[in-house]
């Protein structure tokens, strides 16, 4: 069983840069298709981006698509979101998660997709 952990979350002013990393322990990390979720209070969870178990393949949400990179080290067993023009509508506590569904270089942009989650790292941007 992989666990996850999220750093680099934090406030920070429109406009800016904020660089998410997610750090898995327990499993073997190139075994597992990553996405980045965020959950903004009174609102769903909702997909923010994701890549294949390889990073060769990359997804995104519209809301965050020219604004935001996700990669991915196997080697450092770290997944990456680079977030860059944060907009206020930003703000959420930000999750990654883990998915065992591996079929040739498919992403995941749904929730039930995922078997494993991180416990969140909070995301502020002010106006």
């Known amino acids: 069983q992989v666990q996850l952990v999220e750093s680099g979350g934090g406030l920070v002013q429109a406009g800016g840069s904020l660089r998410l990393s997610c750090t898995a322990s327990?499993?073997?990390?190139?075994?597992?298709?990553m996405g980045w979720f965020r959950q903004a209070p009174g609102k769903e969870r909702e997909f923010v981006a994701a890549?294949?178990?390889?990073?060769?393949?990359?997804s995104y949400a519209d809301s965050v698509k020219g604004r935001f990179a996700i990669s991915r080290d196997n080697a450092k067993n770290t997944m990456y979101l680079q977030m860059n023009s944060l907009k206020p509508e930003d703000t959420a506590v930000y999750y990654c998660a883990a998915s065992r569904r591996i079929y040739g270089s498919r992403t995941y942009a749904y929730p039930n997709e995922y078997n494993y989650w991180g416990q969140g790292t909070q995301v502020t941007v002010s106006s």
């Open positions: 890549n294949s178990w390889s990073g060769g393949r990359t």
């Open positions: 327990g499993g073997t990390f190139s075994n597992y298709a």
